[in-house]
């Protein structure tokens, strides 16, 4: 897997929201992106999207690859791959063909490593629903249970 700084390097299709910005909204993009300010809203890209140590993503992430060293909370999508480097966070689910978390990062969601068709952002997860608290009868002190009946035996056929 390239390294972030491989994949930015020094070319001209890198755009770069700086530590002290903040972009709220639909952020979409035919270039790479790297993250050292924070993005919250809806992200698309049809190529990278790096978000540094100081970087904070708070989107649905729709991407080709995405290499998380800061936070991440929402759902990724990348039709190639997602890596969340040791210094990595996530809260959200991840769904790409190739998932690489490092030992040391952190992160909390579901994985799912089918195809993804590109620039579809992640659907929201769905409600699941939880089994209701069981009661049970409350039984008086000193008073005893019912018994269950006990099976009458039946005289034998002659």
Same mark, same amino acid.
């Given at each position: 897997?390239?390294?972030?700084?491989?994949?930015?390097?020094?070319?001209?299709?890198?755009?770069?929201?700086?530590?002290?910005?903040?972009?709220?909204?639909?952020? *979409?993009?035919?270039?790479? /992106? #790297?993250?050292? =300010? !924070?993005?919250? +809203?809806?992200?698309?890209?049809? @190529?990278?999207? $790096? &978000?540094?140590?100081?970087?904070?993503?708070?989107?649905?992430?729709?991407?080709?690859?995405?290499?998380?060293?800061?936070?991440?909370?929402?759902?990724?999508?990348? *039709?190639?791959?997602?890596? /969340? #480097?040791?210094? =990595? !966070?996530?809260? +959200?689910?991840?769904?790409?063909? @190739?998932?690489? $978390? &490092?030992?040391?990062?952190?992160?909390?969601?579901?994985?799912?490593?089918?195809?993804?068709?590109?620039?579809?952002?992640?659907?929201?997860?769905?409600?699941?629903?939880?089994?209701?608290?069981?009661?049970?009868?409350?039984? !008086?002190?000193?008073?005893?249970?019912?018994?269950?009946?006990?099976?009458?035996?039946?005289?034998?056929?002659?």
């Amino acid at each position: 897997m390239a390294t972030a700084k491989e994949l930015a390097g020094n070319t001209v299709d890198n755009t770069v929201v700086g530590p002290s910005i903040l972009i709220s909204g639909r952020l *979409t993009g035919d270039e790479d /992106l #790297t993250v050292r =300010g !924070r993005v919250e +809203g809806e992200l698309t890209l049809s @190529r990278t999207l $790096i &978000v540094e140590p100081s970087g904070v993503v708070k989107a649905n992430v729709a991407v080709k690859n995405a290499i998380v060293s800061g936070v991440v909370v929402g759902n990724i999508n990348a *039709t190639e791959s997602v890596e /969340l #480097t040791h210094e =990595g !966070r996530m809260v +959200g689910d991840i769904r790409a063909p @190739r998932v690489i $978390i &490092v030992d040391g990062a952190s992160f909390r969601g579901r994985v799912d490593m089918g195809d993804v068709e590109p620039g579809r952002l992640p659907a929201e997860r769905p409600a699941v629903t939880r089994p209701q608290a069981v009661t049970r009868p409350t039984v !008086r002190p000193g008073a005893t249970p019912p018994r269950p009946p006990t099976p009458t035996a039946t005289p034998p056929r002659t």
